[in-house]
């Protein structure tokens, strides 16, 4: 398994400061989030084990206060900027971040907490016809057709993709903000006394015409 | 009566709802009916003077407020009497509006969020031609999307001066797969692009691409990417060099 590495090492076992170097070098060589399964495997230790030891780093890192932080994202972990960094990178890298418009967040919040949904559940949602705005968070790759729903007409279903957690720093759907929830917005009325004005209402529209 | 009106960038019906119950401080439990009805009204025919294009869903709401309305004016049977979240006709519209706002505040809650590439920012890594993968395990099927992308990719290059042709020799499908099996014989893995020739015409490309479709679909093939928008590679699905050139008709595969 260990073919294509230059050095061909022994896989013997690694003191734990060996540990700690090549799971650190193996997070800051991974293209995306790397798995602490995909770790345990190169490494041939117990999951368990990475898993600790990648938390020392995720703090050792924090307690610094360095440029870079160990991040948990997508079900894996990378090495990420902090945000107040973000100002001199802007200046050195120069491009202009993808900028959302509203549709488009108003769309993908509705497919992150309802997935998986149709493209008709979303319209019916906003009111609005949804089509352009699918198109464009496809083609970001933050959604992903998911399958075929088994009604009349087979349509698509949508949920957000792996791109979607790295983008928004979340380690999985579970990371999510908590929807405010329908109750409470309502906290502020009683329900009893919301349905007395309700009748009441009825009246007011007659004899405003 | 001048009514000043400020056309604002509205998401749909539903925000344009939203927005004058908030200006009018409405409670959304106890919409005024009427007096709503006559202000979306009022901002529809402003639209409409300044012959912005007043969108189907607009006029859709437009009607189901005038019918909320009219369901307001007649009188309550007492025989219908129970639950008064049933019998009130505004109790569908009530639902909907809570459960739009709900999404539009998640919606502004996502883009405060610090981002990748905004906020955030993540290693570079050197394109992926770059370096030579060796390693298959790391390889992701294609999705139908990546497909469709690397498709009109291939076109949009390939947009020659249109010149009008009458092309006589017939390519065909079976002709472009065995072409594809001949060239993918031997190796290991073959890359999307290579299949084609120097410089397709759209016609070899649309029939070649058909002929890798129908090589997956025979599992002869199998279709995957080393990173999520790498190159696409064909892989034989078959181990050995067992393909060999198979009479195919193009009436069985549904192509003239």
Known sequence: MMKFHPLNWEMTVLATSDVRKNIEALVFVSESPIKADRVAEILEMKKADVKKVLQELQNEYRAADRGIYLDEVSEGYQFRTRQECSGAIHQLIKTRPFRFSRAALETLAIIAYRQPVTRAEVEYLRGVDSGGVFKTLLEKQLIRILGKKDVPGRPLIYGTSKEFLEFFGMRDLSALPTLKEFSDLATDLPGEEGAAVTVDVGEDAEIDV | ?256
């Open chain 2, 1 to 256: 009566m001048s009514y000043e009106i400020k056309i604002e960038n509205f998401e749909g019906p539903l925000d344009l709802l939203l927005h004058l119950i908030k200006k009018n401080e409405m409670d959304i439990y106890n919409i005024q009916v009427a007096d709503i009805t006559d202000q979306y009204l009022r901002i529809l025919d402003a639209m409409k003077s300044l012959n912005l294009d007043v969108a189907g869903e607009f006029l859709l709401m437009a009607a189901t407020l005038l019918h909320i309305k009219s369901k307001l004016l007649l009188p309550i049977h007492d025989e219908e009497e129970g639950d008064d979240d049933e019998l009130d006709p505004r109790a569908e519209l009530v639902r909907r509006l809570l459960e739009y706002q709900k999404y539009k505040d998640a919606g502004e809650a996502f883009d405060a969020m610090p981002r990748l590439n905004r906020d955030i920012f993540a290693r570079k890594f050197p394109s992926p031609e770059l370096v030579v993968s060796d390693d298959g395990e790391e390889m992701i099927a294609v999705g139908i999307f990546e497909l469709v992308d690397a498709f009109q990719k291939l076109l949009k290059e390939t947009s020659d001066p249109y010149i009008h042709e009458i092309n006589i020799d017939k390519l065909t499908v079976s002709d472009r797969i065995n072409a594809i099996l001949s060239i993918l014989s031997g190796k290991e893995s073959l890359s999307f692009l290579d299949i084609f020739e120097e410089k397709p015409n759209k016609p070899v490309i649309v029939v070649t691409f058909l002929a890798m479709l129908e090589l997956v679909r025979l599992r002869l093939i199998r279709l995957m990417q080393n990173s999520r928008c790498g190159n696409i590679w064909l892989y034989p699905a078959v181990v050995d060099d067992e393909i060999s050139p198979f009479e195919l008709g193009d009436d069985s595969l549904g192509y003239i």
